[in-house]
């Protein structure tokens, strides 16, 4: 009797943590049944704890809604969070170097024929997937020590269809590989991408950025189905159709090993691809134009040589950690800034009344990127004048455009945040209402906050996007009482033990699993 009451507890709290996945996703029951070639009544049964889970159901479901509902080499269930917080934080931080510049790199190694050491790399889970589509088509990847160097040895032949199918798909970073590898296979395949759930998030503009490469690109049973027999140098500019960064970088990775040279217009000029422009070049392909929206490539054929770069430090994690000072109102120190990239969000911040210290600036270790060290200061906020809305760079990054809407959270006044790019992350920053936050979704772009907030404690499932789901971790330092953030693979997705490197800063956190 008590082992049944115990299976039966297992399979509720089963049930509840498939419920929640799939309502932070947006999905009904329906759409999850469908993705799962199984029948909505099923899915209902799973989410009541009403029938036996099998541990490859659990993994497929886990696949389906990208979260992690099976640990493996665990016997329990997903991570959570415990914070006990409004307590101000204190002392010094140093950025990580860029999530969305290392895995680019990764991908361009695929050009290299020689040896690739790319050093201080974040251990996330996004590195985690890429290592292991690389090592799944022979690809010799190693960690070098304890210190985040990454070593990259492609074989004379990848074995393509041994693909890890899964790690491939639960990484949209796995959309480059196309550039690299059209260069030496006429035909193959690459699963569908995943990543956050952004809203409707087409792959066209890649597509159209390497047909004139002579690129042939079908969607086809759930992979991308690629011909490449008929490559050759665009015989004019390509002109972008949106300047995404991943389409960038796609168009120079195509670009760099066709002779001749390839003119990309309308590219963009962010953080992430001007460190691919320097990796490039140490691998002896010449870009002009680099920190620009024209960029010039003059391609080699083969390329063959031992490189060892250092990507740039990550500007989305500096203002993650900007928004935690400013959130708990704190003094803290957040060393190895990449300032340029973060010059239009300190310019509104300064209007905003943030009070912030920056040291002289120096070269990170890319020998290109200017650094500073930033002191954040206890402020009283007032709402910006205008509406909080992202442009390409140098604007205001997209990427950090869901931390002003806590930061307008701490603010005295309204303030419209407009995310014009994705049509569902706006309203996943509505779960901050329920740390005490006054936001009003106006659509699917667009919400009112209203501060200041008297934040008070809750307990949130992780939304499954990578920003707002560190948002509400950072409201959660400021929320007095103790808060819960279950599931938070989607976190560790992009930051490399953020929550251990708050701590670090006196925030209480204690990490969890239910069973």
Not at 130 to 157: F, H, K, M, T, Y
Not at 209 to 227: C, K
Not at 271 to 282: A, S, T, W
Not at 330 to 343: D, G, H, K
């Amino acid at each position: 009797m008590i082992v049944a009451t115990k299976q039966a507890d297992q399979l509720e709290q089963i049930g509840r943590l498939v419920r929640e996945s799939r309502k932070s996703r947006g999905w009904t029951q329906a759409e999850l049944a469908a993705a799962l070639g199984t029948s909505q009544s099923a899915v209902n049964r799973i989410e009541r704890g009403h029938q036996n889970v099998s541990l490859e159901m659990l993994a497929r479901v886990g696949r389906a809604l990208d979260t992690e509902l099976l640990s493996v080499g665990h016997t329990s269930g997903p991570t959570h969070l415990r914070i006990v917080g409004g307590q101000p934080l204190s002392g010094s931080i140093t950025i990580n170097t860029s999530k969305n510049a290392s895995v680019s790199l990764l991908c361009a190694a695929l050009l290299n024929s020689g040896r690739t050491v790319l050093r201080r790399v974040a251990r996330i889970e996004e590195v985690n997937r890429l290592v292991e589509v690389l090592r799944s088509i022979g690809a010799g990847v190693e960690w070098l020590g304890d210190s985040g160097d990454l070593e990259i040895i492609p074989p004379p032949i990848l074995d393509l269809d041994s693909m890890n199918a899964q790690a491939a798909r639960r990484t949209r970073s796995i959309i480059m590989f196309l550039g690299p590898l059209i260069h030496d296979y006429d035909e193959f395949h690459l699963p569908y991408a995943g990543g956050c759930a952004l809203g409707t998030r087409t792959v066209e503009p890649h597509l159209a950025a390497l047909r004139p490469f002579g690129i042939e690109i079908d969607a086809i049973d759930g992979s991308y189905q690629v011909r490449a027999s008929r490559r050759h140098t665009p015989t004019r500019s390509i002109v972008l159709v949106e300047r995404g960064d991943t389409v960038t970088e796609n168009a120079l990775m195509a670009a760099a090993r066709q002779d001749g040279v390839t003119t990309i217009r309308n590219a963009s000029s962010n953080y992430m691809v001007q460190d691919l422009c320097f990796f490039l070049q140490k691998l002896g392909v010449h870009v002009d134009g680099i920190g620009t929206t024209t960029l010039t490539v003059h391609g080699r054929s083969q390329i063959d040589a031992d490189v060892d770069y250092s990507p740039s430090e990550d500007p989305i994690e500096a203002m993650s950690l900007i928004t935690a000072g400013i959130a708990t109102n704190s003094t803290l120190e957040i060393q190895r800034v990449p300032i340029e990239f973060l010059e239009v969000e300190l310019a509104l911040l300064e209007e905003m009344q943030l009070r912030f210290d920056l040291s002289s600036e120096y070269a990170a270790s890319n020998g290109h990127t200017r650094l500073a060290d930033l002191t954040v200061h206890p402020s009283h906020l007032r709402a910006p004048r205008d509406k909080v809305h992202p442009m390409p760079f140098p604007g205001l990054n997209i990427d950090n455009l869901p931390f002003f809407s806590l930061i307008a959270a701490t603010a005295e006044g309204k303030t419209l945040v407009h995310d014009w790019v994705y049509e569902t992350r706006a309203i996943y920053l509505t779960e901050l209402t329920k740390l005490g936050a006054s936001i009003t979704l106006l659509d699917p772009h667009r919400v009112y906050v209203e501060g200041p907030t008297h934040w008070s404690a809750a307990e949130i499932i992780c939304p499954p996007a990578l920003r707002p789901a560190v948002v509400i971790l950072l409201a959660m330092l400021a929320a007095k009482g103790t808060s819960v953030l279950r599931n938070i693979y989607v976190i560790n997705r992009g930051y490399e033990q953020l929550a251990e490197r708050l701590e670090r800063l006196g925030a209480q956190i204690e990490t969890f699993r239910d069973y």
